[in-house]
């Protein structure tokens, strides 16, 4: 796929099936049904994990032509301190949303409503932060006879 249609591309198709295959969640009714969504989820999911590296080094790849300085470590370096950073919300979002939605961990059987917030956190949430990231994303640079120009010059190094 990114032999054919470059990373950003892939990685926006990617992204937008990820956010289309978490829809059924909303209506899946028992562990078999949300089984077999999340087997379409995993492909845009490895779609998105893989092509984030790839992009990275190709930042890394431009960095380098700018400064003549190889900083790949600093790059990744900071993409995991976001990843981080990024769990750490999920887990603040997560509490809150439950705790919104009338979720007790004390009770054997949730309210309707818990449940609620269940799949808006597996659906709504994860899809609209996709869509920024979409759109976001859309402004990369890298792409097309810009990034084969990097690559070119690396080459003659």
């Known amino acids: 796929m ?3 249609l470059g990373a950003k591309k892939s990685f926006i198709y990617s992204g937008v099936w990820y956010a289309v295959c978490l829809l059924p969640f909303w209506i899946a009714r028992n562990y ?3 089984v077999i969504i999340a087997v379409f989820i995993a492909f845009g999911l490895a779609g998105l994990l893989v092509l984030l590296d790839v ?3 190709d930042v890394v790849d431009e960095d380098e032509i700018k400064t003549g ?3 790949e470590g600093m790059y990744f370096g900071v993409n ?3 990843i981080r950073l990024g769990i750490s ?3 603040i979002v997560m509490g809150n949303v439950l705790n919104a939605f009338g979720y007790d961990p004390n009770l054997e059987v949730q309210p309707a ?3 609620t917030g269940m799949k808006l956190l597996m659906t709504l949430v994860p899809i609209l932060a996709m869509a920024v990231a979409i759109l976001v994303f859309r402004h990369y640079p890298l792409e097309g006879e810009r990034l084969e120009e990097i690559k070119a010059r690396l080459g003659q190094r």
């Open 80 to 82: 995991g301190f976001m």
């Open 2 to 4: 990114i032999a054919r």
């Open 32 to 34: 078999i049904h949300a």
């Open 55 to 57: 992009l990275i080094a």
């Open 89 to 91: 919300l999920n887990a």
């Open 69 to 71: 300085v190889r900083r």
């Open 113 to 115: 409503s818990a449940l």
